[in-house]
């Protein structure tokens, strides 16, 4: 019996081994064990021993219905389990991953490997599936209202270009067609914050209001200088600029392919050359050079480099202007037909005649200017100085005719500065002809002389010309001057008033005080049919001393 309890725990010892050792728990239990005292050592053939109910707890029942079948059974499952591909379907293995790899699925419970190689990135693009995608690719097609970037590339790219100005309008332009469309999102940022742009000239677009304004950058602010609308093409030109810009007089055009449109920019200034202005007035040192500097080069047109004038508060009103040099050109020197002193206060006038001073690029006339401050850097004091007037018009009674416009409007020269284009003349009798001029104003009481400036002559011999005053309402009259076939200078020269016989006195050669100097005149003399005398200059001049 000690034999049979020692057989009967062994059973039990090997169950509870292949037990433990296999992934299927099983559960013996014996029946019907008979044991006979003197059959004992017939154990192997009377003990039997019958597996009833064996189960693999929790997946299921094994087949076998006695003990050493269960454990072959077991034994062949473990041997089966181990040499599988995946004894662990339900688990993520080791052996699944590599290097750079993730587990992705592109449908329910089936995972795989994705291997993610250098520039690269997971993602998946409309309607692709998860995959390791290059770092430019695009996620969604280009939005076409251009409000979203489809890669992380055209972000960076976009953010590169737009860098330096984030808040501002850019254009945007298409590598492969070349077309350009005008991005014309005008922000709301005050223009005085605006940064300052890495190049001159840039223009920018500014919305306040519902009105939208252009700025461009002049090198040290912002100047606005006209608005924009889309204009339906072919409002702003014609079908050859489809693809590109077309101008007319004020307006610039630019053809937007994405709108399909032509932006129109209206410009505050016309396309044309602008109009040219001085930008300097300079009396030298000398006290008679002024040099006039323009806004561009400047040349002389078929009007003529005449038109200037100067005031003075000392040297007097109306000085003449007689061109020296410089054009075509920036700078223009002109001879004053006055010695401006140290001190004096000066300003200048210009009558532009037309086709006159005149831009050297585009022919744009010369702005005329009234009251333009002179610059006076004269070193001059005291001396002798004097004033020249030249006609202003018809006096007391006149016989000569002009050769183009009026007879003063001819002989309107200084003897230093003569036209012999156009004259006065006076033709087959003798015959005077007055004239009016601008007061002067010389401040002195010391006058040297009166001078009448004459430039004539005559077409055949024997005919004279002098110079002649009216004083007080009185004709006074020079000495005879003979004359030539040339243009000649001659002068009649009064050192003291002919109606007082005396020294000038300031007021009277002002137009002033009781025996006032009022016109000068021209007379031809010795005079026949068939004879002419042409004077193309005549002029008054005051000598006196500072």
Known sequence: MARGKSRHHWIWLVVLLLAVGCAKPVMFEQTGVELDADADDHFDDTYKMYARNVTNVPAGTV???????????????????????????GYLLESLFDAYS???????????????????????????????????????????????????????????????????HNGLCDPTTGLCAVQF???????????????????????????????????????????FAFDTYPANSDSAHVSGIAVDGTT???YSATAGKWMTVSLTDSLSPATPT????VIDTDGVTLTLTGSASLSVGAGGNGGFDVDCATAGNDITATYDSGLPG???????????????????????????????????????????????????????????????????????????????????????????????????????????FTAFSISSSSIDNVTVNL??????ADSSIRGNLRVNGTNYVGSDKTLTESFTDQTAVWSTNPATGIAWTEAEVEGGG?????????????????EEVQCSAVSITVNYQE
């Open 514 to 530: 009781s025996y006032p100097m009022q016109q000068f005149a021209i007379e031809s003399r010795g005079m026949a049919a068939g």
């Open 455 to 460: 430039r004539c002559r005559e077409t055949v």
């Open 252 to 254: 610039l055009a630019i």
């Open 330 to 436: 920036t700078d223009a020197v002109y001879t004053l037909g006055t010695t401006v002193n140290s001190g004096d206060t000066c300003d200048l006038d210009y009558t532009q005649p037309t086709n006159g001073i005149e831009s050297t690029s585009g022919g744009v006339d010369l702005a005329s200017i009234t009251s333009g401050a002179i610059t006076n850097n004269s070193v001059q004091s005291g001396g002798a100085a004097s004033q020249t007037r030249v006609p202003t018009g018809t006096g007391a009674g006149g016989s000569w005719t002009a050769s183009a416009t009026t007879v003063y409007g001819d002989t309107d020269e200084t003897p230093d500065s003569p036209n012999d284009t156009d004259y006065a003349y006076k033709a087959d009798t003798a015959g005077y002809h007055y004239f009016t």
């Open 278 to 281: 001085l930008t300097s007035r």
């Open 102 to 168: 993730i587990v992705y699925a592109t449908s329910d419970n089936t995972p795989a490997r994705l291997t993610v190689g250098e520039q690269t990135v997971v993602g998946r693009a409309t309607g692709g599936a998860v995959a390791a995608l290059s770092i430019d690719s695009d996620l969604a097609a280009t939005s076409a209202s251009d409000d979203s970037l489809p890669s992380a590339k055209a972000a960076k790219t976009y953010t590169d270009d737009h860098a330096d100005d984030p808040n501002l």
């Open 185 to 227: 999102a005008c922000n709301t940022l005050a223009v005085e914050s605006w940064p300052a742009p890495a190049e001159d000239t840039e223009i920018r677009c500014y919305t306040n209001g519902g009105v939208d304004t252009l700025h461009y950058w002049s090198g040290s602010a912002w100047t606005a200088f006209g608005g």
């Open 63 to 89: 087949s076998s219905l006695t003990a050493q079948d269960a454990i072959d059974e077991i034994s062949g499952d473990l041997t089966t389990h181990e040499g599988a591909a995946d004894p662990h379907a």
